[in-house]
């Protein structure tokens, strides 16, 4: 879906980034922090016992790379998301939230002083629609 009205797309995208965000905090808890997409796909990976390079060939990338994502040293595109969902066989929505977590995260993560507050925010703006 695009959006061409630059006032409706950061409204929509801050409103999936808040949603994401607090839909992580309850869904992906372990031993009380918040797990990770990367963290997550490798658990998941690895209680399927899938080697690293299955997910490699259905992403169509070499299996150095796909270490990388893994380790969080590379980002990973929306589309391969859905194919490593597909893959280990998780909700596409699940996957996709905690990927928008992460890149939610990875914004505020240095303005922790106000990061709540432009949450809060973003949260406001939704509901007004």
């Known amino acids: 879906m695009y959006i061409c009205d630059v006032d409706n797309f950061f409204t929509t995208y801050a409103c999936c980034l808040l949603n994401i965000y607090y ?6 808890r372990q031993n009380n922090k ?29 299996t150095a790379t796909y270490c990388k994502i893994e380790k969080g040293e590379r980002k990973v595109k929306k589309e391969q998301v859905v194919v490593i969902a597909q ?40 509901n007004r629609e």
């Open 23 to 28: 839909i992580c905090q309850i869904v992906s």
């Open 34 to 62: 918040i797990m990770l997409f990367t963290e997550f796909i490798r658990q998941s990976r690895e209680q399927l016992q899938l080697p690293q390079r299955k997910l490699a060939e259905a992403l169509d990338i070499d």
């Open 87 to 126: 893959v280990l066989n998780i909700e596409e929505k699940e996957l996709l939230s905690l990927w928008l977590a992460d890149q939610v995260s990875a914004i505020v993560a240095d303005e922790k002083s106000i990061a709540e507050k432009v949450l809060n925010i973003a949260k406001d703006n939704i």
